[in-house]
């Protein structure tokens, strides 16, 4: 099978999101970075099909040159080459990046059979980067799934809906978006970490296309307003406590 | 004639045997891996553990009787060693022996004391049966004993009867004992000596670094113990050092506290393992069992805190943490195999910089108000770079001892800095809980921030901290003037510089194992607690310290058994103290858990804290 | 200007179309199957469609066009609306929470980022964000209903609900629950939930986590509750234990009233709770569990 899994390097912003002074990005200095959630396990998704019926993972990122940190984590989960789309790290509008990875799906030699993105990334979660991608390569495109499996060509999903479980099944060539939670992705080997340090990442130059979702500015909301108010310490708050349950009606 | 034949025949058998088995053990230690660390270097100390350890038997002569009862007969077999060759000219020929009085009546005497170690030892084996002998093969034990004392009782009846039979007797059990020596624990007086050389002189608390350069070929790199291919061959002179005599397993903290872990029983898996396994490897085309697959390895190996009071208690120096550790190394970095629980831990170190996961953007916000200077890039170095550590600067009980002692240098006018966000982990808990190739990452990226910002002198509050900065750092490429806070606190009280006032609590100082045992740093926090209150000592003190069971990288994993910071807190109310010093971010939190879990009356604090309010005059609540 | 609401028949509908009566112009409907009881429509359209299949949907909201296309926040909405931007040509933005001319509000990271942008081309498409919109009932006359069957393309049917599998367990499930009480890293182990167990059962509500806690293999992901587990809006959210990362926040931003009980007086979550109780919470939990039981009982 030839899989290709995108994803999208995003900061661990931790309690408290602080922005630059532009107020046009987040300010990123002494932030750590990860592939974003669902995309983390849609590579091991990806890299699971392949252990199970044979084949190859390309990893795909449009991102700035750091991005390759991403990649090479993704290339130590399993994933076999990745190729990084190196933009100067500002905003792309949804529309933009799913060109540029439809033009560097196009150029990849073969056809993938299968095309694995997260649902929403953990940052912008703008909700449309694959569909677009599924209608540029007249594809089928399932989302959401928290389970799937490839039986002789076809593709069976599970989405999570209120009450159970909806199943979804479609031909290959496909595009799916997974969420966090179809699987645990592996605790990388180090013998993994350091054979992907070898495996091959290529570089190319997107062609940027003009925002038609233009980002003006970004603000940070003020928390619940003002800061809890403390009803006490230790188990001497519990009257407070249920004094509060009372007055919100779940006693 | 008969005699010359007999001797020859049997010293041929006797060699025979013995030089075949010490071919294999020759051979399998030269399968053994290469160490980390350097193990020649530093000889005036390595010949003085010699004397110390091997000749004076100090750590043996801890315990009294046993003490004695190994030094009666270490030395009777030393003393009584010329009786040999002279016995084995009384076979050839009864009348050339030689006949030296002085030296029977000396030899007759070693020869008692040894029948009476013999007893000592069989009156504790038998009547007081001690629990460190639980897991011991105690059968073996019971053979060398009564095969010693034939031996010696041979040669007092030689000396006595001067018939030669005894003489005969006397040298076929030396022979048969020579023969069956490689084969038994007793191997230990042959390796035994050669252990002690080899092990840490100093810094015992700087693991062996692995190596993960690009130019070695992976099956050529070693990721820790996964088979027997695996150990070093300071591993293997460990195992066939041992001699199962349980001090280690008598002073571990998880042992005391009902865990699976006892460091004799994963040296003797290590041993048994080598011993079954070991041939095969040499054998070639070896692909065995992984040597965390026997008994249950695996699972003692989860229990460790790294304390180092195993290694502290062992007679002949084995060093059960690297055993325990390597293994770990292996399971996390090539199996993926750990307490799920420590997960989280390790990916925030991987990915934030620090075991909390916080933002290292707030790292400094524990300094607000004290008017730290916190070093940007380009700034002049400081004197002093004071390294605060993960714990004082996200966890609130930690916390105030970092402020305590930002008040204090000061007050006392010392020229320091810190760091704030720019100091990542120092990689003691990726590196505890065997993940070797992050630890080096964020030594490595360290070390690059403390030597652009051209820092010499660095001051820690956090014992493991202390440590890794300054034993594990060297490693790779760091070296700097390494001090614990209560080292440099306790120079400034000295100097005049701070002038606490001397109070009335009573106060008992609990030593962190990474202070006390790893790097000998005893007394300054000591000098500390006395300048301000009334010191009193618990039993387990200075290196014999019991764990708080922070160590291991434990402070993010659960425990099983009853818990080690609970009996720590237990040991220190028996002192009566109104207040437990503490001088680590893990011990306070720890402790401090214990005492509230236990409902003991107590108050646990730094002794940066007790020292701030000395000098303050007045108590921060 | 006309703008076309997408609606089922869940909170979150109504919600999208107090949204979208709020900007200023009549609005039209289109439910898919079923018509849908809504207020202040002029014209319900029913797509006549067997079941859920985005692509089918979203062409028959192209087929009924409008300037401004909304429907809710939902795995759904989001799903449609994407499809229905590549068939008309249109610029798609998600959770949404104002529209003003052309400038469109709308939420990151969860909703813990703003996003002031400016949405080129035709038609608009917005997923109103959950939970930022209290729903309003309007009066006035039921909409004209009108049922259709929307020309579809080939293929518009290849994505659809093939099956559906029933896995609830008899129980409330953790999106619709009315109270969550949730631990993160502070709970311990595995074995420390359990008083949260018994406060949960005690209060009909149920137990939640952080993903920490999932990491470390004390509970299933379906239990997590954040940006990337499960978005909750419950009458009372307890956290306990959780130190209030973003990520976490995001998943309970729609409960009423959030309570945190953490040791640390400046932990982050403070900052984005209505109400806390500084201990430790295996000892706070069960006193409240006691307080609870004892209140009950008068």
């Given at each position: 099978?030839?899989?290709?899994?995108?994803?999208?390097?995003?900061?661990?912003?931790?309690?408290?999101i602080?922005?630059?002074?532009?107020?046009?990005?987040?300010?990123?200095?002494?932030?750590?970075?990860?592939?974003?959630?669902?995309?983390?396990?849609?590579?091991?998704?990806?890299?699971?099909?392949?252990?199970?019926?044979?084949?190859?993972?390309?990893v795909?990122?449009?991102?700035?040159?750091?991005?390759?940190?991403?990649?090479?984590?993704?290339?130590?989960?399993?994933a076999?080459?990745g190729?990084?789309?190196?933009?100067?790290?500002?905003?792309?509008?949804?529309?933009?990046t799913?060109?540029?990875?439809?033009?560097?799906?196009?150029?990849e030699?073969?056809?993938?059979?299968?095309?694995?993105?997260?649902?929403?990334?953990?940052?912008?979660?703008?909700y449309?980067?694959?569909?677009?991608?599924?209608?540029?390569?007249?594809?089928?495109?399932?989302?959401g799934?928290?389970?799937?499996?490839?039986?002789?060509?076809?593709?069976?999903?599970?989405?999570?809906?209120?009450?159970?479980?909806?199943?979804?099944?479609a031909?290959?060539?496909?595009?799916?978006?997974?969420?966090?939670?179809?699987n645990?992705?592996?605790?990388?080997s180090?013998?993994?970490?350091?054979?992907a340090?070898?495996?091959?990442?290529?570089?190319?130059?997107?062609?940027?296309?003009?925002?038609?979702?233009?980002?003006?500015?970004?603000?940070?909301p003020?928390?619940?307003?003002?800061?809890?108010?403390?009803?006490?310490?230790?188990?001497?708050?519990?009257?407070?406590?249920?004094?509060?349950?009372?007055?919100?009606?779940?006693? | 004639?008969?005699?010359?034949i007999?001797?020859?025949?049997a010293l041929?058998?006797?060699?025979?045997?013995?030089?075949?088995r010490?071919?294999?053990?020759?051979?399998?230690?030269r399968?053994?891996?290469?160490?980390?660390?350097?193990?020649?270097?530093?000889?005036?100390?390595?010949?003085?553990?010699?004397?110390?350890?091997?000749?004076?038997?100090?750590?043996?002569?801890?315990r009294?009787?046993?003490?004695?009862?190994?030094?009666?007969?270490f030395w009777?077999?030393?003393?009584?060693f010329?009786?040999?060759?002279?016995?084995?000219?009384?076979?050839?020929?009864?009348?050339?022996?030689?006949?030296?009085?002085?030296?029977?009546?000396?030899?007759?005497?070693?020869?008692?004391?040894?029948?009476?170690?013999?007893?000592?030892?069989?009156?504790?084996?038998?009547?007081?049966?001690?629990?460190?002998?639980?897991?011991?093969?105690?059968?073996?034990?019971?053979?060398?004993?009564?095969?010693?004392?034939?031996?010696?009782?041979?040669?007092?009846?030689?000396?006595?009867?001067?018939?030669?039979?005894?003489?005969?007797?006397?040298?076929?059990?030396?022979?048969?004992?020579l023969?069956?020596?490689?084969?038994?624990?007793?191997?230990?007086?042959?390796?035994?000596?050669?252990?002690?050389?080899?092990?840490?002189?100093?810094?015992?608390?700087?693991?062996?670094?692995?190596?993960?350069?690009?130019?070695?070929?992976e099956?050529?790199m070693r990721?820790?113990?996964?088979t027997?291919?695996?150990?070093?061959?300071?591993?293997?002179m460990?195992?066939?050092?041992?001699t199962?005599?349980?001090?280690?397993?008598?002073?571990?903290?998880?042992?005391?506290?009902?865990?699976?872990?006892?460091?004799?029983?994963?040296?003797?898996?290590?041993?048994?393992h080598?011993?079954?396994?070991?041939?095969?490897?040499?054998?070639?085309?070896?692909?065995?069992?992984?040597?965390?697959?026997?008994?249950?390895?695996?699972e003692?190996?989860?229990?460790?805190?790294?304390?180092?009071?195993?290694?502290?208690?062992?007679?002949?120096?084995?060093?059960?943490?690297?055993?325990?550790?390597?293994?770990?190394?292996?399971?996390?970095?090539?199996?993926?195999?750990?307490?799920?629980?420590?997960?989280?831990?390790?990916?925030?170190?991987?990915?934030?910089?620090?075991?909390?996961?916080?933002?290292?953007?707030?790292?400094?916000?524990?300094?607000?108000?004290?008017?730290?200077?916190?070093?940007?890039?380009?700034?002049?170095?400081?004197?002093?770079?004071?390294w605060?550590?993960?714990?004082?600067?996200?966890?609130?009980?930690?916390q105030?001892?970092?402020?305590?002692v930002?008040?204090?240098?000061?007050?006392?006018?010392?020229?320091?800095a810190?760091?704030?966000?720019?100091?990542?982990?120092?990689?003691?808990?990726?590196?505890?809980?065997?993940?070797?190739y992050?630890?080096?990452?964020?030594?490595e990226?360290?070390?690059?921030?403390?030597?652009?910002?051209?820092?010499?002198?660095?001051?820690?509050?956090?014992?493991?901290?202390?440590?890794?900065?300054?034993?594990?750092?060297?490693?790779?490429?760091?070296?700097?003037?390494?001090?614990?806070?209560?080292?440099?606190?306790?120079?400034?009280?000295?100097?005049?510089?701070?002038?606490?006032?001397?109070?009335?609590?009573?106060?008992?100082?609990?030593?962190?194992?990474?202070?006390?045992?790893?790097?000998?740093?005893?007394?300054?926090?000591?000098?500390?607690?006395?300048?301000?209150g009334?010191?009193?000592?618990?039993?387990?003190n200075?290196?014999?310290?019991?764990?708080?069971?922070?160590?291991?990288?434990?402070?993010?994993?659960?425990?099983?058994g009853?818990?080690?910071?609970?009996?720590?807190?237990?040991?220190?109310?028996?002192?009566?103290?109104?207040?437990?010093?503490?001088?680590?971010?893990?011990?306070?939190?720890?402790?401090?858990?214990?005492?509230?879990s236990?409902?003991?009356?107590?108050?646990?604090?730094?002794?940066?804290?007790?020292?701030?309010?000395?000098?303050d005059?007045?108590?921060?609540? | 200007?006309?703008?076309?609401?997408?609606?089922?028949?869940?909170?979150l509908?109504?919600?999208?179309?107090?949204?979208?009566?709020?900007?200023?112009?009549?609005?039209?409907?289109?439910?898919v199957?079923?018509?849908?009881?809504?207020?202040?429509?002029?014209?319900?359209?029913?797509?006549?469609?067997?079941?859920?299949?985005?692509?089918?949907?979203?062409?028959?909201?192209?087929?009924?066009?409008?300037?401004?296309?909304?429907?809710?926040?939902?795995?759904h909405?989001?799903?449609?609306?994407?499809?229905?931007?590549?068939?008309?040509?249109?610029t798609?933005?998600?959770?949404?929470?104002?529209?003003?001319?052309?400038t469109?509000?709308?939420?990151?990271?969860?909703?813990?980022?703003?996003?002031e942008?400016?949405?080129?081309?035709?038609?608009?498409?917005?997923?109103?964000?959950?939970?930022?919109?209290?729903?309003?009932?309007?009066?006035?006359?039921?909409?004209?209903?009108?049922?259709?069957?929307?020309?579809l393309?080939?293929?518009?049917?290849?994505?659809?609900?093939?099956?559906?599998?029933?896995?609830?367990?008899?129980g409330?499930?953790?999106?619709?629950?009315p109270?969550?009480?949730?631990?993160?890293?502070?709970?311990?182990?595995?074995?420390?939930?359990?008083p949260?167990?018994?406060?949960a059962?005690?209060?009909?509500?149920?137990?939640?986590c952080?993903?920490?806690?999932?990491?470390?293999?004390?509970?299933?992901?379906?239990?997590?509750?954040?940006?990337?587990?499960?978005?909750?809006?419950?009458?009372?959210?307890?956290?306990?234990?959780?130190?209030?990362?973003?990520?976490?926040?995001?998943?309970?931003?729609?409960?009423?009233?959030?309570l945190?009980?953490n040791a640390?007086?400046?932990?982050?979550?403070?900052?984005?709770?209505d109400?806390?109780?500084i201990?430790?919470?295996?000892?706070?939990?069960?006193?409240?569990?006691?307080?609870?039981?004892?209140?009950?009982?008068?």
């Amino acid at each position: 099978m030839n899989l290709l899994v995108c994803v999208k390097r995003v900061p661990l912003t931790g309690g408290k999101i602080v922005l630059t002074e532009d107020e046009r990005a987040i300010e990123t200095r002494h932030l750590g970075f990860t592939v974003s959630p669902h995309e983390e396990c849609g590579v091991e998704e990806a890299v699971r099909l392949v252990e199970r019926h044979g084949g190859e993972v390309v990893v795909l990122t449009l991102g700035p040159p750091e991005a390759e940190e991403q990649l090479r984590d993704a290339l130590a989960l399993g994933a076999d080459r990745g190729v990084l789309l190196a933009t100067d790290g500002g905003d792309w509008d949804p529309e933009a990046t799913a060109a540029a990875l439809v033009d560097a799906i196009r150029a990849e030699p073969a056809d993938f059979d299968l095309i694995v993105f997260g649902n929403e990334s953990a940052d912008n979660a703008n909700y449309q980067v694959p569909i677009r991608i599924a209608h540029a390569l007249g594809r089928p495109c399932i989302s959401g799934l928290k389970a799937l499996a490839v039986e002789e060509g076809q593709l069976r999903g599970e989405q999570e809906v209120a009450g159970g479980r909806d199943v979804y099944v479609a031909p290959l060539p496909a595009v799916v978006s997974v969420k966090e939670g179809i699987n645990l992705p592996r605790y990388p080997s180090v013998p993994a970490k350091l054979r992907a340090r070898r495996k091959p990442i290529e570089r190319r130059t997107p062609e940027p296309r003009p925002a038609r979702l233009e980002m003006l500015r970004l603000s940070v909301p003020p928390g619940r307003g003002r800061r809890a108010e403390v009803l006490g310490e230790g188990p001497a708050a519990a009257p407070a406590v249920v004094g509060v349950m009372q007055e919100l009606g779940v006693l | 004639m008969i005699g010359a034949i007999a001797l020859v025949a049997a010293l041929a058998v006797s060699a025979a045997v013995f030089a075949r088995r010490v071919s294999l053990l020759v051979r399998l230690l030269r399968m053994g891996r290469p160490t980390g660390i350097d193990r020649t270097d530093d000889v005036p100390r390595r010949l003085e553990q010699e004397a110390v350890v091997v000749l004076g038997q100090r750590k043996l002569l801890h315990r009294l009787l046993p003490g004695l009862m190994h030094a009666f007969i270490f030395w009777a077999f030393i003393v009584l060693f010329p009786a040999i060759p002279m016995a084995m000219i009384a076979m050839v020929d009864p009348d050339a022996a030689p006949h030296w009085g002085w030296y029977e009546a000396l030899a007759n005497v070693f020869a008692v004391l040894a029948l009476v170690g013999v007893a000592i030892a069989l009156v504790i084996r038998k009547l007081v049966r001690p629990r460190r002998f639980e897991g011991s093969h105690l059968g073996e034990a019971d053979l060398i004993l009564a095969w010693i004392a034939a031996i010696v009782a041979t040669l007092l009846l030689w000396h006595a009867t001067e018939a030669p039979a005894w003489a005969w007797a006397h040298v076929l059990l030396i022979l048969g004992f020579l023969a069956y020596l490689p084969h038994s624990k007793h191997l230990h007086i042959v390796t035994a000596a050669i252990n002690v050389y080899f092990g840490r002189t100093r810094s015992r608390g700087r693991l062996e670094p692995l190596r993960f350069d690009e130019d070695v070929p992976e099956e050529e790199m070693r990721f820790g113990i996964g088979t027997v291919q695996d150990l070093t061959w300071k591993q293997m002179m460990d195992a066939f050092s041992c001699t199962e005599c349980g001090r280690c397993q008598d002073a571990c903290p998880a042992w005391a506290t009902g865990k699976v872990l006892s460091p004799k029983l994963v040296i003797m898996g290590v041993r048994d393992h080598l011993y079954e396994e070991g041939p095969k490897a040499l054998a070639g085309d070896y692909d065995g069992p992984l040597v965390a697959g026997r008994d249950s390895l695996e699972e003692m190996a989860w229990d460790c805190v790294t304390c180092g009071a195993c290694v502290e208690a062992c007679p002949v120096n084995i060093e059960q943490v690297d055993h325990i550790l390597d293994l770990r190394r292996h399971l996390v970095m090539v199996e993926s195999r750990f307490p799920a629980e420590a997960e989280p831990m390790l990916r925030d170190v991987e990915r934030q910089a620090n075991p909390w996961g916080k933002p290292q953007g707030e790292r400094a916000a524990w300094a607000e108000g004290l008017g730290v200077r916190v070093l940007e890039p380009g700034d002049p170095a400081p004197e002093v770079l004071y390294w605060v550590g993960c714990a004082a600067s996200f966890d609130e009980r930690a916390q105030e001892s970092a402020r305590a002692v930002a008040k204090l240098l000061s007050a006392a006018g010392v020229d320091f800095a810190i760091l704030g966000p720019r100091e990542a982990c120092n990689g003691d808990p990726a590196r505890r809980i065997g993940n070797e190739y992050v630890f080096q990452a964020y030594a490595e990226q360290n070390i690059a921030t403390l030597d652009d910002a051209g820092v010499r002198k660095i001051v820690a509050s956090c014992p493991h901290c202390f440590n890794t900065l300054a034993n594990e750092y060297g490693d790779f490429g760091g070296a700097y003037e390494v001090v614990h806070h209560t080292e440099l606190l306790a120079e400034l009280v000295r100097d005049g510089r701070l002038a606490p006032a001397p109070g009335e609590q009573t106060i008992t100082y609990h030593d962190s194992c990474y202070l006390a045992r790893h790097n000998d740093v005893r007394e300054s926090p000591r000098e500390l607690a006395a300048a301000v209150g009334t010191p009193v000592e618990m039993e387990r003190n200075r290196e014999r310290t019991f764990c708080c069971g922070a160590g291991g990288s434990h402070m993010w994993m659960e425990e099983r058994g009853r818990a080690i910071n609970e009996e720590r807190v237990r040991q220190a109310t028996e002192t009566g103290a109104e207040t437990l010093a503490v001088a680590c971010p893990f011990c306070s939190v720890m402790l401090d858990d214990g005492v509230r879990s236990s409902g003991a009356q107590m108050r646990v604090a730094d002794v940066a804290t007790l020292l701030s309010e000395a000098v303050d005059g007045d108590r921060a609540d | 200007m006309s703008v076309l609401v997408l609606v089922e028949p869940d909170d979150l509908s109504r919600q999208a179309l107090t949204f979208a009566r709020g900007l200023g112009e009549p609005v039209d409907a289109l439910a898919v199957g079923e018509p849908v009881e809504l207020g202040g429509v002029r014209t319900l359209h029913v797509a006549e469609i067997d079941g859920y299949a985005p692509l089918a949907w979203a062409r028959a909201l192209a087929e009924v066009g409008a300037d401004t296309i909304v429907a809710a926040g939902s795995d759904h909405g989001h799903e449609v609306l994407a499809h229905a931007a590549v068939l008309t040509g249109g610029t798609f933005a998600a959770n949404v929470t104002a529209l003003e001319g052309d400038t469109v509000t709308r939420l990151r990271w969860g909703g813990s980022v703003v996003e002031e942008a400016r949405i080129h081309g035709a038609p608009r498409l917005l997923t109103v964000a959950p939970h930022v919109i209290a729903a309003e009932d309007a009066d006035g006359a039921a909409p004209e209903v009108r049922t259709f069957t929307p020309a579809l393309a080939d293929g518009d049917l290849a994505v659809r609900v093939a099956e559906h599998l029933d896995t609830s367990t008899g129980g409330v499930s953790l999106a619709d629950a009315p109270v969550v009480i949730s631990g993160g890293r502070g709970v311990g182990s595995e074995e420390g939930f359990t008083p949260l167990e018994e406060l949960a059962s005690l209060l009909g509500g149920v137990v939640g986590c952080s993903r920490a806690v999932t990491i470390a293999g004390w509970r299933p992901h379906t239990d997590q509750v954040g940006q990337t587990g499960t978005k909750i809006a419950p009458d009372l959210y307890i956290a306990a234990g959780i130190s209030g990362a973003t990520q976490h926040m995001a998943g309970c931003k729609g409960a009423k009233r959030v309570l945190a009980i953490n040791a640390d007086p400046d932990a982050a979550i403070l900052a984005s709770a209505d109400y806390a109780v500084i201990g430790d919470l295996a000892e706070v939990v069960p006193a409240i569990t006691a307080e609870v039981r004892r209140a009950r009982g008068s």
